[in-house]
């Protein structure tokens, strides 16, 4: 009797537990509850002048759900002193909630099952459901009903390009362009993909000549016969064609290629794939391979997962990198000093002059079309949430969380530029840049901030004063600076917004025409031969006809004519 | 009468209580949501109240023909494991039943559970370690002089599929013999006395009394896997290890619903290709019953 009892005891619990569901398996972090710091808000000498008013605020914690795995293990918000700032003018903290995978599933859950929604939500993807079905609120109307001051921080054209059909928007794109701004900008917009040397190397090589492509081959095998066992080092962009800093996106420069992934002739649309230019770009990043320079482990890179990148960096030895230099430093971070590995003009292809060269304006050109901040309509504080999207859009704040405080991490540098200075980060932050790991760095400087970053992150501030490693250029004179300048083109905003989709059958056809073009790439690369280059080549362009290339060029057409009418570029 | 039945057996009931309201609640009343295939869903509205769209995502699903690769490839990677896999933990059974030695046997038989229980993520890495061009297997290639230069497995497309069935047959044979290992022990110990006694070898003892005994749970356990061939191959390891390199070969089904449906909120044609997957199992269920009641008069149902 009694042991029946305990069974049919434990059979009810057991049936309990199997009902009770389950928890959300996101990772929730509270803010911190520090004091608040005052951090230095001074402008530059050309920039806008919006800054923060520091007043009585009154403390609120808000929600954000972050639609992406959690980058920095550990940090949370109020931990730092700009987050701390922010706080302090803003008066809001975050309670940063991370989805565990880059995949969606737990936002769409979100929405599917109707409860648990934050204030704030960030999602970096093409998310129509938060709009048409009014999970996200308006922000004119927070803005006509809290907060006017709203519209005077708002960029330039912003509204006009992210409204949707009911003149409204809806969300905070982090990543804008505003024009206007960016014309004022001290020193110059500055490239961001190219190619970068091991300057260690370099000098101890005796500083040969890295003029042309053939040249950079030459280097690269010197450092392979020297010892060096990845000689030449792509960065995970090489896995998203469409990014400028694709590898080669970055090489087709060099034969004087179209500025942008997307280019038009006459008003059509058509993919830079098709160029002339990509291609000689394509078979000479190809013939590195051949040479044995690069190493095709590179391309094992999985979308969550680049250890195998990281091994490569690290292990590697990289003599050259066709690339974003960030990354490379990010992986190799405490392996070397700082301004190891350094930028370098871009080599000239066989038969072309640095007068035909145009390179890619990464932070003038990228207009960021899709997803953003949104204010969820659930939320119980739509004044603090406008209030606070507001204060990220002030130019102080965009500065700081771009560059930190100046004085502290960063001093304005007149020594080669005497008109407007440049930006040179402190000694102490490049002591600890080279020696600390995230994010006890961030913790300490509150500075490249990749989370902060993505939360409205305005493109004119990433080249105000330009960025830290770029400073870094003693062996350029003021003259290669000029020729810098000149080779830039001029941002094609237009080109960008064709890719601005409306529902999500676009956005699967543009994903469709892409992966195709990223398998492609990396065949095209790992040719063993000419001729199977040749043939990856001609394949990969077929595969994205078969998958609707002519559709989506048609489509992009269609959106180009469109956009060209309403932009001022 | 039934009640009477029922009140004699009320412990047997709870006890099997909680794993029918289990059944009930996540596998069957989910079905009423396969209505959204056939409506256009919307999250505020819900599945009760979005509008119908009849055949709609059917259509576009086979209309799309970057599902071909997808299918080809769930199809011949389940095949694989069902020709290659399916006899060895059968074989494996057989002779862990052949041991003596019967401390040895436990361990044996423990010791190859384990990687059962290896989720498939630390798998993955694992297997990207293992095969990487300085990896240990291509290390040991090397010095046995089998390649001349390190082999990039997980780049080479063709490789791919191998690398899920060796995978899968090390992480599931243990596991799967442990049905087959059950079985034997069901097996009468005089009909190989009997069988000694007329002249039988190991050989054609086990020819002639342990494989016809194991019969019906071989043919059993086969057509619930000619059901799984559609979903059979493994959404992890497809999804950890597909690379631009071997997306071709490494694309499933599964992979394709992440990317083309859930990723992009397209949760009806979702949807369609899961019931269009699930159709396609039952069929190849009913199917193989059939056929095996056909030729052998065993069958599942």
Do not use: C
């Given at each position: 009797m009694k042991t029946r009892f305990f069974t049919s005891l434990v059979c009810l619990l057991v049936l309990l537990l199997a009902l009770s569901g389950c928890t959300p398996g996101v990772t929730t972090q509270q803010p911190t509850?520090?004091?608040?710091?005052s951090g230095t808000t001074t402008q530059g000498t050309t920039a806008a002048p919006t800054t923060t008013e520091t007043k009585p605020v009154e403390p609120v914690v808000l929600e954000l759900f972050y639609d992406s795995p959690e980058l920095y293990n550990g940090w949370k918000w109020g931990e730092d002193p700009v987050t701390q700032h922010i706080t302090a003018v803003s008066g809001v903290s975050l309670n940063i909630r991370y989805a565990a995978s880059r995949n969606h599933e737990e936002l769409y859950t979100m929405l599917a099952s109707g409860s648990d929604f934050p204030d704030l939500l960030y999602t970096s993807s093409f998310v129509p459901a938060l709009y048409e079905e009014q999970y996200a609120m308006s922000l004119n109307k927070l803005a006509d009903e809290y907060n006017p001051a709203f519209y005077d921080v708002l960029p330039y054209q912003y509204q006009e390009i992210h409204a949707l059909e009911d003149g409204d928007i809806y969300y905070l794109n982090n990543d804008y362009s505003d024009t206007k701004k960016m014309a004022d900008i001290p020193g110059g917009s500055r490239i961001v993909g190219v190619f970068v040397k091991n300057n260690i190397k370099w000098e101890a090589m005796g500083k040969p000549p890295l003029d042309t492509l053939e040249q950079v081959r030459e280097v690269a095998l010197q450092a392979k016969n020297d010892g060096a066992?990845?000689?030449?080092?792509?960065?995970?962009?090489?896995?998203s064609p469409i990014h400028d800093l694709n590898s080669l996106q970055i090489a087709k420069s060099s034969f004087a290629g179209p500025q942008f992934v997307y280019m038009q002739d006459n008003g059509v649309v058509t993919f830079n794939i098709k160029s002339d230019a990509y291609k000689k770009g394509a078979a000479y990043v190809n013939s590195l391979y051949q040479d044995g320079l690069i190493q095709a482990d590179n391309f094992t890179f999985t979308s969550g997962n680049d250890d195998s990148v990281r091994q490569i960096a690290?292990?590697?030895?990289?003599?050259?990198?066709?690339?974003?230099?960030?990354?490379?430093?990010?992986?190799?971070q405490g392996m070397e000093r700082e301004g190891a590995f350094m930028p370098f003009e871009p080599p000239l292809g066989e038969g072309i002059k640095r007068s035909d060269i145009v390179i890619n304006d990464f932070n003038m050109s990228n207009i960021g079309t899709t997803g953003g901040m949104f204010v969820m309509s659930s939320t119980e504080n739509p004044k603090a949430c406008i209030d606070f999207l507001t204060t990220l859009l002030q130019d102080d704040i965009q500065i700081m969380k771009a560059h930190g405080r100046e004085d502290v991490d960063f001093i304005v540098d007149y020594t080669h530029d005497k008109e407007h200075g440049r930006r040179v980060v402190t000694d102490a932050l490049k002591a600890d840049l080279t020696n600390m790991q995230n994010p006890e760095f961030m913790r300490k400087w509150g500075y490249y901030n990749g989370i902060l970053r993505s939360m409205i992150m305005l493109r004119w501030t990433i080249s105000y004063y330009n960025r830290p490693y770029h400073e870094a250029y003693p062996e350029i004179s003021d003259d290669i600076l000029t020729t810098f300048g000149s080779i830039y083109g001029k941002p094609f905003k237009t080109l960008n917004l064709t890719v601005k989709f409306t529902?999500?059958?676009?956005?699967?056809?543009?994903?469709?025409?892409?992966?195709?073009?990223?398998?492609?790439?990396?065949?095209?690369?790992?040719?063993?031969?000419?001729?199977?280059?040749?043939?990856?080549?001609?394949?990969?362009?077929?595969?994205?006809t078969k998958v609707g290339l002519t559709d989506l060029e048609k489509l992009l057409t269609e959106r180009y004519l469109y956009w060209s009418a309403i932009i001022d570029e | 009468m039934w009640r009477r039945a029922a009140w004699r057996q009320r412990y047997l009931l709870i006890l099997a209580l909680p794993a029918v309201v289990w059944l009930l609640v996540f596998h069957y009343v989910p079905i009423l949501g396969l209505q959204i295939a056939f409506k256009d869903f919307r999250f505020r509205t819900g599945i009760w109240g979005s509008q119908w769209s009849g055949l709609k995502h059917f259509l576009q699903l086979f209309r799309d023909i970057t599902i071909v690769n997808a299918v080809r490839n769930t199809f011949a990677i389940s095949l694989m494991k069902l020709v290659l896999l399916f006899p060895i933990p059968i074989a494996f059974a057989l002779l862990i039943n052949e041991i003596r030695f019967h401390r040895f046997k436990r361990v044996i038989q423990t010791v190859s559970y384990f990687p059962h229980f290896i989720a498939y993520s630390v798998v993955a890495l694992m297997i990207s370690i293992l095969l990487a061009k300085n990896g240990i297997v291509n290390d040991l290639l090397l010095r046995l002089g089998l390649i001349r230069e390190p082999y990039l497995f997980l780049g080479e497309k063709n490789a791919f599929w191998w690398i899920m069935v060796v995978t899968d047959g090390w992480k599931s044979t243990g596991w799967n013999?442990?049905?087959?290992?059950?079985?034997?022990?069901?097996?009468?110990?005089?009909?190989?006395?009997a069988a000694t006694i007329d002249g039988a070898n190991r050989y054609q003892k086990i020819l002639r009394i342990t494989l016809p005994y194991i019969k019906?749970?071989?043919v059993m356990l086969l057509i619930i896997n000619m059901g799984n061939i559609v979903r059979g191959a493994s959404f992890d390891m497809s999804y950890l290890l597909?690379?631009?390199?071997?997306?071709?070969?490494?694309?499933?089904?599964?992979?394709?619903?992440?990317?083309?449906?859930?990723?992009?909120?397209?949760?009806?044609?979702?949807?369609?290709?899961?019931?269009?997957?699930?159709?396609?199992?039952?069929i190849l269920v009913v199917s193989a019953n059939a056929l095996s009641r056909y030729f052998s008069d065993e069958g599942l149902f």
């Open positions: 509850t520090t004091g608040t710091t066992k990845y000689p030449v080092f792509l960065t995970s962009y090489a896995f690290q292990a590697g030895d990289p003599m050259i990198v066709i690339g974003h230099e960030w990354q490379l430093r990010m992986y190799r529902d999500s059958e676009e956005q699967l056809l543009y994903n469709n025409v892409t992966k195709e073009w990223k398998v492609g790439e990396a065949e095209m690369i790992l040719a063993p031969n000419d001729g199977a280059f040749e043939d990856a080549y001609t394949r990969t362009i077929a595969n994205m | 013999s442990i049905i087959y290992i059950a079985a034997l022990t069901a097996v009468p110990l005089e009909l190989y006395e019906p749970t071989v597909g690379n631009p390199l071997n997306m071709s070969h490494s694309e499933i089904l599964p992979t394709y619903v992440m990317r083309t449906g859930i990723g992009l909120g397209r949760f009806s044609y979702a949807t369609a290709v899961g019931i269009v997957q699930s159709i396609v199992s039952m």
